[in-house]
């Protein structure tokens, strides 16, 4: 079983900067792609960045952060990251890190892909 466990929310003023880490442990062989969604109350779950095995190059962002959020990852690590600058009131949600077909060892086989989440972790912007 694959866990994902993510650190670095918390309370920050309007302006500042957090940096969200998502560790997957387990007995991994691939991560495909990672990702960071975030759900704010009464609202539904929305993407907000998403990175390809394939290097830091291949990113995907949401409208509403590009150019402010940064998000990287570590394969060694199976490590994902998203660096969040000028942070603004509306983005204040609970944040969710995705990772997406995990193929995972049982024994000496292969799974077959399939997908987990983190627990989230509160991220508070104050104006």
């Known amino acids: 079983q694959v866990q994902l466990v993510e650190s670095g929310g918390g309370l920050v003023q309007a302006g500042g900067t957090l940096r969200l880490t998502c560790e997957a442990s387990?007995?991994?062989?691939?991560?495909?792609?990672m990702g960071w969604y975030r759900q704010a109350p009464g609202n539904q779950r929305e993407l907000v960045a998403t990175?390809?095995?394939?290097?830091?190059?291949?990113?995907n962002y949401a409208d509403s952060v590009k150019g402010r959020f940064t998000i990287s990852r570590d394969n060694a690590k199976n490590t994902v990251y998203l660096q969040m600058n000028s942070l603004k009131p509306e983005d204040t949600a609970v944040y969710y890190c995705n990772a997406e077909r995990v193929a995972e060892f049982s024994g000496w086989n292969l799974l077959p892909p399939r997908d987990y989440w983190g627990q989230g972790t509160q991220v508070t912007v104050s104006s």
């Open positions: 990175i390809a095995s394939d290097g830091n190059t291949n990113t």
């Open positions: 387990g007995n991994i062989y691939a991560i495909k792609n």
